[in-house]
């Protein structure tokens, strides 16, 4: 069994900064990309950031230069730092894992998703 858990969301300022992690436990054999979607009330989920096994990684435009992604493969852990917030950029922010498992059948590669977490930017 595989879980995925985000942590670090909250409430900040125009301009201020936030740290989100997720960690990914349980029957890991593999994680392929790993990263962060977001949903504002009343919109679609949007990509906000991903990062692949290596060092590829992909940025919505609207974040790009003041988000960044980085991994750490050996904890399966991924962290989002998010700098200079706007309050367009409040919204539930969730891990995505592609994660390869060891079933009865073989291997399997499936996506996996945390829970969520509330990022809320706003004086």
């Known amino acids: 069994q595989v879980q995925v858990v985000e942590s670090g969301g909250g409430l900040v300022q125009p301009g201020g900064s936030l740290i989100l992690s997720c960690a990914a436990s349980g029957s890991i054999l593999s994680i392929n990309d790993m990263g962060w979607y977001r949903q504002a009330p009343g919109k679609q989920r949007e990509l906000v950031a991903i990062r692949a096994s290596g060092s590829r990684t992909n940025y919505a435009d609207s974040v790009k230069g003041r988000f960044t992604i980085s991994r750490d493969n050996a904890k399966n852990t991924v962290y989002l730092q998010m700098n200079n917030l706007k309050p367009e950029d409040t919204a539930v922010y969730s891990c995505?894992?592609?994660?390869?498992?060891?079933?009865?059948?073989?291997?399997?590669?499936?996506?996996?998703w945390g829970q969520g977490t509330q990022v809320t930017v706003s004086s």
């Open positions: 995505y894992a592609q994660i390869t498992t060891a079933q009865a059948m073989g291997l399997i590669r499936s996506d996996y």
